[in-house]
Each structure stands twice: as structure tokens, then as C-alpha cells.
């Protein structure tokens, strides 16, 4: 009896695994920001110098999201990473705007820095609650 | 541009999303909602006087207005995160009252 009463107890500590805090993912989300702000820095210059940085700053937020989709319950992070990489005004979609118009104005170099700061915020944010 | 209008669709998306969550969250999702508006009220007022300055070009203009956007959709998924941390805390403190009762039962 008291052996039937510890399953579920282990059951809904298993099910909530994904909700637990990960250093990890909190370090992956914290060096994307720092890689982005610099990549960004960049962004007044001719993207074709800068595209082997562009391709590593994608590959670490693939990367990022793929490890995300391996923890359980971890739906709101997974979908803010989705949003990085596919939202029309976020990551992704800033630095296609670069190779698309070769250089970017040093204002939008500026609030361009400001939004994606703010917008991995709400993952580095929501990962750090978990603690 | 109606930076007005655009507000208002703003608004209208942080309500819409916030009102999907359990009544229990959805105050401080529409709180912490309109705290970002704010914010982007005073984005949008500088972005649209660098439009007309010519200091940022019309495309530029439109992903900065797609990134408010995407900050508001980043914003409630953080929130919805945070309802299911709330959630998986209840859950480990009915573990703790029938793990105690259980080691208690087993001390009798």
C-alpha cells in the first residue's frame, strides 16, 4: 500500500523534470544574447564580411532549441526559441534584413540591439524562475 | 501611420492573450501587458521620428514594428511559464503532505 502511494509521488516529480531549472540552458540562452549583441555590433558593416559569424550565431540558437525540445513540459521556452528563429521580428528575421540590404542604418544597429536584448531576456527571464 | 491604431491592435493582442489564460494568472499577465505597452508607446514614437528623420530606413521601421509584436507574444509565453511553475510548485507541496503522511504511517 504505502509502496502504490510513493508511484504517483515519483510519477509527477519525473513529469515535471522539464519545468526544473537548467544551468545549462541558462548559459546557452545567456552566450546567445552576448553573441548576438556582438554579431549585431556589425550590423553597419557589409554583411558579406560578417557571414561566418551570422551562420555560428544561427547554428548556437538551432542548437539552443533542439536542446530545449528534449526536456519535458518545457512548452513556453520551446516556443520562444521557435519565435527567435521564425517570428518576422525577431533574430532570424533581422539578420536576413541585413543580407538582404547588405548594411543596416547605425540607428536601427542601435534599437535593433535593444529589441533582441529584450527578447531573449524573456527566455533567459523564465529560466532563471525555475531556480 | 496611426501609431494609435496601432496601439490599440497591440492592446487588443496582449488582452486576447492574456484572457487564454487561467483566471488565476490573467491579472498579472494584463498588468504586466500593459506595463509593455508603455514601453512600446515610447518605442514607437522614437522609431517613427527616425523614420521621418531618414535615419532608419521603411523596412528597418516595419521589423521594429514586427519586434513589439513578437515582444508582446514573448511576453505571454514567459507569463504562461510562469503559471505552469506556479502549477509544478502546488504539485511538489501535495508530494511533500503525502510523502510525510506516508513515512509517518510507516513510523506507526
Partial sequence: ?131 | MDIQQTLAEIEAQVVALASQMSKRFRDEAIADGRALLVTIREDLTRWLNLLEAGEITADEFQWLLNSSKSQVKMMALRQAGYAALKTKKFVAAIGDIILEAVLKAKQV
Avoid at chain 1, 513529469?15 to 526544473?20: A, E, H, N, Y
Avoid at chain 1, 544551468?23 to 557571414?51: C, G, L, N, Y
Avoid at chain 1, 517570428?87 to 534599437?111: D, I
Fill in chain 1, 1 to 131: 500500500m504505502k509502496r502504490l502511494l510513493l508511484l504517483p509521488i515519483l510519477a509527477l516529480l519525473v513529469s515535471c523534470s522539464g519545468l526544473m531549472y537548467s544551468a545549462q540552458s541558462f548559459q546557452m540562452a545567456t552566450d546567445i544574447k552576448a553573441e548576438a549583441a556582438i554579431v549585431i555590433s556589425h550590423s553597419t558593416d557589409s554583411f558579406q564580411r560578417h557571414t561566418n559569424e551570422v551562420g555560428l550565431l544561427k547554428a548556437h540558437v538551432e542548437s539552443a532549441y533542439q536542446h530545449e525540445r528534449t526536456r519535458k513540459l518545457n512548452h513556453a521556452t520551446i516556443a520562444m526559441w521557435s519565435e527567435v528563429i521564425k517570428s518576422n521580428g525577431n533574430l532570424f528575421a533581422l539578420l536576413e534584413l541585413w543580407e538582404a540590404k547588405y548594411r543596416l542604418t547605425g540607428a536601427m544597429k542601435v534599437e535593433s540591439s535593444r529589441q533582441i536584448e529584450r527578447l531573449l531576456n524573456s527566455i533567459i527571464d523564465l529560466e532563471a524562475h525555475k531556480k
